[in-house]
């Protein structure tokens, strides 16, 4: 079955930085556009990145542009977020998603994808 499991959540300084990985597995991954959402309590889902199959293509809000890059290993079926320079706003319920590279929508939306993991936490301390 379809399974997205992220890891390398925690807790860190502002300033600092995390590495999350999400592992995929029972879907054709280079088939797929990649996307990390995050959402913080009481708040909606807000997208943070997204690349192509092909890992080019990326995409970031201006909330974290130049602080976080997207970049996925196909030969391993996972894609990573590299977060620096992380602030206590960044602090929430961090979700990658997979996006069937023909289906609708630019990436940019939770409506556009069609698998999501269940999330890692990340908080950032002041």
């Known amino acids: 079955q379809v399974q997205l499991v992220e890891s390398g959540g925690g807790l860190v300084q502002a300033g600092g930085s995390l590495r999350l990985s999400c592992a995929a597995s029972g879907f054709t991954f280079r088939s797929y556009a990649m996307g990390w959402f995050r959402q913080a309590p009481g708040k909606e889902r807000e997208f943070v990145a997204r690349?192509?199959?092909?890992?080019?293509?990326?995409d970031y809000p201006d909330s974290v542009k130049g602080r976080f890059t997207i970049s996925r290993d196909n030969a391993k079926n996972t894609v990573y977020l590299q977060m620096n320079s992380l602030k206590p706003e960044d602090t929430a319920l961090y979700y990658c998603a997979a996006k069937y590279y023909l289906g609708t929508g630019l990436g940019l939306d939770v409506r556009d994808y069609d698998y999501w993991g269940l999330g890692t936490q990340v908080t950032v301390s002041s």
């Open positions: 690349c192509s199959w092909s890992g080019g293509n990326e």
